[in-house]
Structures are given as C-alpha cells and as structure tokens.
C-alpha cells in the first residue's frame, strides 16, 4: 500500500516536470505573465497593501477591473468563506494556507502582501496551463512541434486568457483545473486504461470546490474515459454520488457556520435601519405638518412613505446593477443567477466571442454592474473579420475532429457551458468574465484542424495564425497598458 502511494505520488510529481522542448516557451511565458501581474499589481498597490483598514469595503469598493471580485484578496487579509458558498463550497479553504502566509509577513513587515502573493500563484498557474494545453496539442492530438507551440502561444494571445491570469478572482484557477483534467483523461483514454475512484475524488474535490458547476464537466470527462464502466453500481455510487452528496452536505454546513450568520445579522441591521429611518422621517413630517390630530398625521404619513419608498424603487431599478442583470427565470439558491432577457445573440458576437479574445476599447474593463453597458461594440470593422475568422477556423476544427472521443469530452463542458450562460442566462450580461472555464476549447480544435493540414494549405495557415498572433498580442496588452498604469487612487 505504501509503495501504491509513493509511486502515485511520484507520478503527480512527474507531471509537473517540465520537458526539455517545454522550457523556453514556458519561460517565455511566465516573464509575460509576471509582467503584466507586475502591471496589474501596480495600478493598486498603493491602496491595497497597507495594514489596519476596513478590507472589505476597500477592495470591493476600489477594486474595478471587469467584473472580476477581489474576494481573494479579503480572504487572504481576514479568512472567512467570504465567497458564494454554494459555487464555491472549498474555495476559501484552499487558500487558507496562504491566508497563514500574509498573516506573517504582515505581521513582520507591516505590509500586505496579498496582491504580490496572488500574483506570483497567477504566474505559476498561467504557466502549468499553457504547459498542460501546450501536452495536449503535442502528446494527444500528436501535432508536430511547431504548430503546438504556435497554437498554444496563439491562445495566450486572447485578452481574456491573460486577464484570467492578472485578477485575484477564480477563474485562473478553475482554467488551469480543467485544463489540467483534460490532459490527465486524454492521456488515460489514449493508454487505454480508466479513471480510477480516488483519481475521480481528488479531481473532483479540487475541481468543484473551486467552482461547483466544474465538478458536472469532471463527471463528463469520467463519462467519456470510462465508458460503460462509468454506470457500473460501484463507480455511480463511490466515484460520482457519494462525492457529491459530500460536498453538497459540507456546503449546506459551511453555509449555516458562516453565510446564514452574516445573512441574519446583515437582516436586522437593515430592519433596524428601516425603524429608524421611518421614525427619522416620521419626526420631520410631524414638525412640518399643519395637521394636528394624530390619526390624520398618521395617515398621512403613510402616504407620504409610501411615496418615498415608490421614489426609491424606481431610483433603484434604474442603477446599472439592476438594469444590467436582466430578469431571472427564478428566485431560488440558483436560479437567482439566471438571466432570460439578455440578447443571446449579442451576447454571443460581444461578449462570448468578442470580449474573450479583443477587449473592446470603448469601456475598456469596466464592470457591467457599475456602469458598463451589457453590450459595446468594436469602432473598427477589422476586429469583426478578425472575429470572424477564428470562429471560422474553430467551425472547421470541431469538423475536422468531430470523430475524436477526446474532442467530443472536451466539447462535453462547453456544451454543459452552452446550456448555463445562453440557455439559462448564468452571467450572460458579463460572459466574457467565464472565459477560463472554455476558452481551451479552441486551440484544442485548431489543433484538429492543423493535422489534417499539409503542404501549401498547412503553410498558409500557420502564416495566417502567426499574423493573428502577432495582431493580438499587440492590440490586447496596448489596452492592457491603457488601463492598468492609472493608479485606483487617480
């Protein structure tokens, strides 16, 4: 049992070995990733590294960089499960032993070090990505060197794949999680074997605690490597149910350590307010009023609050965080997130296949809720051709790789993706924020397309992806800049 453990240990291990015909592409990359994390860190350094403020309101308040939460760095300052607890159950644990780190170096050097401490784990995961993804274009699309290395650097070239890779918010690391799942399947689909139990449960846990939607897609890749066996009584039940009933049952209880006291607390400060607010107006109006007997006052000034209250709703659903969410399907633990009025086929030219790839420069990174409108368009013609053409050549990739099971598992999650953001309206008025949970997906059917590719076609593609390339590295990061050297306190 020992040997079992040190030899799977020793296997992890492996994996994270970079390669000899890896390491300067890697290391290209990371100097990319760290200094735009550089960047990044600078536009709210000042604000964000001293000790001994209200946290919460500072980084939620000052932090406006899409609609990305700085959630991260508040855990990192004060632990607490701070974020949705039923969409990320172990988020907050994950990061605790971070939360430990910054606890001491703020203790020692009277800094906060939650920016620079997320940065470096950004580079690091940005890195293992592009790595991962840079595997499976390489060892199990079994493209040659060259159109791996342009195919994946290509993908880094998207403006929401770096920007996952800048925000303290989650998405880094459920990209590199899933990411990281499809090549461990892939590789057990292509040597025949199958997921065992404890591979299911360590995917999962990590996978689904950081995101719980990303647990269904661990479910599905299992699905696809497994095949039949998938449905065999003791892998349905110890792989897939027993998991999941445990997460869930730890949520509900995390939910009630943490979230409801925050909830009732947060209830009676606003009922309390309320009483006071009315008995506030309720002062005025009697002193101001020509009325004098008290049951005529009191009429009176229920009308005059209903006016009042009427004056705020309306007030209220003009602001940006309610006319930009759109109308939910329902009022329940989830449905709450959905959004049935949004344009789907806006959403999908902007914000789905727009946005992810060339920011756009009209309310360059503004966040949708504080004033962002749900749909900007490009000023030049040149970014819809653009546009056009990867999604072009992603159609003709998923074709040219339509008979892969390892195309079809990947395309699995998208489809699961599909159905939450265009059919259910999950964050479809900010889309472009989920990008790390399927962006993959195109290199990975690029690459479909470029092996079955040759001669004077395979050169004209790749010249044509190189000047892509070229084009949006050189678009995004001049946007990026734009952005981020205005320091927050400007």
Same mark, same amino acid.
Not at 33 to 51: C, E
Not at 172 to 182: D, G, Y
């Given at each position: 049992?020992?040997?079992?453990?040190?030899?799977?240990? %020793?296997?992890?291990?492996?994996?994270?070995?970079?390669?000899?015909?890896?390491?300067?592409?890697?290391?290209?990359?990371? =100097?990319?990733?760290?200094?735009?994390?550089?960047?990044?860190?600078?536009?709210? *350094?000042?604000?964000?590294?001293?000790?001994?403020?209200?946290?919460? /309101?500072?980084?939620?308040?000052?932090?406006?960089?899409? /609609?990305?939460?700085?959630?991260?760095?508040?855990?990192?300052?004060?632990?607490?499960?701070?974020?949705?607890?039923?969409?990320? #159950?172990? +988020?907050?644990?994950?990061?605790?032993?971070?939360?430990?780190?910054?606890?001491?170096?703020?203790?020692?050097?009277?800094?906060?070090?939650?920016?620079?401490?997320?940065?470096?784990?950004?580079?690091?995961?940005?890195?293992?990505?592009?790595?991962?993804?840079?595997?499976?274009?390489?060892?199990?699309?079994?493209?040659?060197?060259?159109?791996?290395?342009?195919?994946?650097?290509?993908?880094?070239?998207?403006?929401?794949?770096?920007?996952?890779?800048?925000? #303290?918010?989650?998405?880094?690391?459920?990209?590199?999680?899933?990411?990281?799942?499809?090549?461990?399947?892939?590789?057990?689909?292509?040597?025949?074997?199958?997921?065992?139990?404890?591979?299911?449960?360590?995917?999962? &846990?990590?996978?689904?605690?950081?995101?719980?939607?990303?647990?269904?897609?661990?479910? +599905?890749?299992?699905? &696809?490597?497994?095949?039949?066996?998938?449905?065999? #009584?003791?892998?349905?039940?110890?792989?897939?149910?027993?998991?999941?009933?445990?997460?869930?049952?730890?949520?509900?209880?995390?939910?009630?350590?943490?979230?409801?006291?925050?909830?009732?607390?947060?209830?009676?400060?606003?009922?309390?307010? %309320?009483?006071?607010?009315?008995?506030?107006?309720?002062?005025?109006?009697?002193?101001?009023?020509?009325?004098?007997?008290?049951?005529?006052?009191?009429?009176?000034?229920?009308?005059?609050?209903?006016?009042?209250?009427?004056?705020?709703?309306?007030?209220?659903?003009?602001? #940006?965080?309610?006319?930009?969410?759109?109308?939910?399907?329902?009022?329940?633990?989830?449905?709450?997130?959905?959004?049935?009025?949004?344009?789907?086929?806006?959403?999908?030219?902007?914000?789905?296949? /727009?946005?992810?790839?060339?920011?756009?420069?009209? *309310?360059?990174?503004?966040?949708? =809720?504080? %004033?962002?409108?749900?749909?900007?368009?490009?000023?030049?013609?040149?970014?819809?051709?653009?546009?056009?053409?990867?999604?072009?050549?992603?159609?003709?990739?998923?074709?040219?790789?339509?008979?892969?099971?390892?195309?079809?598992?990947?395309?699995?999650?998208?489809?699961?993706?599909?159905?939450?953001?265009?059919?259910?309206?999950? %964050?479809?008025?900010?889309?472009?924020?989920?990008?790390?949970?399927?962006?993959?997906?195109?290199?990975?059917?690029?690459?479909?397309?470029?092996?079955?590719?040759? /001669?004077?076609?395979?050169?004209?593609?790749?010249?044509?992806?190189?000047?892509?390339?070229?084009?949006?590295?050189?678009?995004?990061?001049?946007?990026?800049?734009?952005?981020?050297?205005?320091?927050?306190?400007?």
């Amino acid at each position: 049992m020992i040997r079992i453990i040190k030899d799977s240990i %020793g296997k992890f291990l492996n994996t994270f070995r970079i390669k000899k015909e890896e390491r300067l592409p890697a290391i290209v990359i990371t =100097l990319l990733m760290a200094a735009l994390n550089v960047l990044a860190v600078s536009k709210f *350094h000042t604000a964000f590294s001293k000790t001994h403020q209200a946290i919460w /309101g500072l980084f939620v308040n000052k932090y406006t960089v899409s /609609g990305f939460d700085p959630i991260t760095y508040c855990v990192l300052t004060e632990w607490e499960p701070k974020y949705e607890i039923y969409r990320h #159950p172990l +988020l907050a644990y994950f990061e605790y032993p971070l939360y430990l780190l910054n606890h001491e170096l703020t203790l020692a050097l009277n800094y906060n070090a939650a920016q620079v401490i997320i940065a470096v784990i950004l580079v690091f995961l940005a890195s293992y990505t592009w790595i991962f993804l840079y595997r499976i274009l390489r060892e199990i699309i079994a493209l040659s060197r060259t159109d791996a290395l342009l195919i994946s650097l290509f993908s880094y070239s998207f403006g929401y794949v770096m920007l996952t890779f800048m925000v #303290p918010d989650h998405f880094a690391l459920s990209m590199f999680m899933l990411v990281t799942c499809l090549y461990v399947c892939g590789k057990t689909m292509q040597k025949g074997r199958q997921l065992k139990i404890w591979q299911t449960w360590i995917i999962f &846990f990590f996978t689904a605690g950081t995101t719980l939607s990303n647990g269904i897609k661990v479910f +599905l890749n299992a699905l &696809f490597v497994n095949g039949r066996s998938f449905f065999r #009584p003791k892998y349905l039940l110890s792989g897939v149910i027993v998991p999941s009933l445990m997460i869930w049952c730890f949520a509900e209880w995390e939910h009630e350590e943490y979230a409801a006291p925050r909830e009732r607390a947060s209830l009676s400060k606003r009922i309390k307010k %309320g009483k006071e607010e009315r008995a506030k107006h309720f002062k005025n109006f009697s002193d101001t009023t020509s009325l004098k007997d008290s049951t005529a006052i009191a009429k009176a000034f229920d009308r005059k609050m209903r006016q009042i209250i009427h004056a705020k709703y309306v007030a209220d659903h003009k602001q #940006p965080w309610h006319t930009h969410k759109g109308k939910p399907m329902g009022d329940g633990k989830f449905m709450k997130w959905t959004d049935e009025t949004t344009s789907r086929t806006d959403a999908l030219v902007e914000n789905i296949f /727009g946005e992810p790839i060339q920011l756009h420069k009209q *309310h360059l990174l503004e966040d949708v =809720l504080r %004033g962002r409108p749900v749909v900007v368009r490009y000023d030049n013609a040149l970014n819809y051709v653009v546009e056009g053409i990867i999604i072009l050549f992603f159609i003709a990739g998923i074709i040219a790789g339509i008979r892969s099971r390892f195309l079809l598992m990947a395309l699995s999650g998208v489809a699961f993706d599909a159905v939450i953001h265009l059919g259910l309206g999950f %964050g479809l008025n900010e889309a472009f924020i989920m990008t790390g949970h399927w962006i993959f997906i195109i290199p990975i059917a690029y690459g479909y397309l470029f092996s079955r590719m040759k /001669g004077i076609k395979l050169m004209t593609l790749r010249t044509l992806l190189l000047t892509l390339m070229c084009f949006l590295f050189a678009y995004n990061i001049t946007l990026f800049i734009s952005f981020f050297s205005k320091s927050c306190l400007s």
